[in-house]
């Protein structure tokens, strides 16, 4: 059994920034790739950053160069820092670990 734990997000005000982590525990011996993707009412599903082995780290055009995905392993912790944060980056963001274990979600709400 793999437990993905989500914690960070919350509310701030446009221009402000914000850290996600997302841990995996459990029945995993090693994180091998992990995606975040965000959910915003109305909206598709979006792909925002992601690894796969040691590739490089991919981000969409909407949020490269505000967005940083680092990974520490020895503790399958990945890390999302926000910065300058806009209202169109509120939504859900959820982290998919090995392409197979999700996290529940946290909930980022970009507002004055």
């Known amino acids: 059994q793999v437990d993905v734990v989500q914690s960070g997000g919350g509310l701030v005000q446009p221009g402000g920034s914000l850290r996600l982590s997302c841990a995996a525990s459990?029945?995993?011996?090693?994180?091998?790739?992990v995606v975040w993707f965000r959910e915003a009412p109305g909206k598709q599903r979006e792909l925002i950053a992601g690894?796969?082995?040691?590739?490089?780290?991919d981000y969409a055009a909407s949020v490269k160069g505000r967005f940083t995905m680092s990974r520490v392993n020895s503790q399958n912790t990945v890390f999302l820092e926000m910065e300058s944060l806009k209202p169109e980056d509120t939504a859900v963001y959820f982290c998919?670990?090995?392409?197979?274990?999700w996290g529940r979600g946290t909930q980022v709400t970009v507002a004055s």
């Open positions: 998919n670990v090995n392409d197979a274990y």
């Open positions: 459990g029945d995993i011996i090693q994180i091998k790739s």
């Open positions: 690894f796969t082995g040691w590739s490089p780290i």
